[in-house]
């Protein structure tokens, strides 16, 4: 039985900065694309970071370019969303999903295989 459980969540200041983990028991990664989806009360489940097996091919929405960066360690079967300068709009439920439809300049979790439980991220004003 698969299981992708996320890491690194909690609760931090507007301004700062969490790195979430991901990794799978029971499947190696290292041939998947990986992706970060978030979801806040209220709203859509939207693509927030996604990265392909080679690495060589990421997105970003619009919304984290340049404070989010996804990263992914095929030795130690894992992938990282490092996020920096936090915002209170950030506030949401993290996802690590496996396999999302990643293309040039967009990502989304059509066909997803497998998704994470979630690791809550609280930024606070």
């Known amino acids: 039985q698969v299981q992708v459980v996320e890491s690194g969540g909690g609760l931090v200041p507007a301004g700062g900065s969490v790195r979430l983990s991901c990794t799978a028991s029971n499947l190696k990664l290292d041939t998947s694309n990986m992706g970060w989806f978030r979801q806040s009360p209220g709203k859509e489940r939207e693509a927030v970071a996604c990265i392909s097996w080679t690495g060589k091919v990421t997105y970003y929405a619009d919304s984290v370019k340049g404070r989010f960066t996804v990263s992914r360690d095929h030795a130690d079967n894992m992938v990282y969303l490092q996020m920096n300068n936090l915002q209170p709009d950030d506030t949401a439920m993290y996802y690590c999903?496996?396999?999302?439809?990643?293309?040039?300049?967009?990502?989304?979790?059509?066909?997803?295989?497998?998704w994470g439980r979630g690791a809550q991220v609280t930024v606070s004003s």
């Open positions: 999903a496996v396999d999302p439809a990643l293309r040039i300049g967009s990502c989304s979790a059509s066909g997803t295989q497998a």
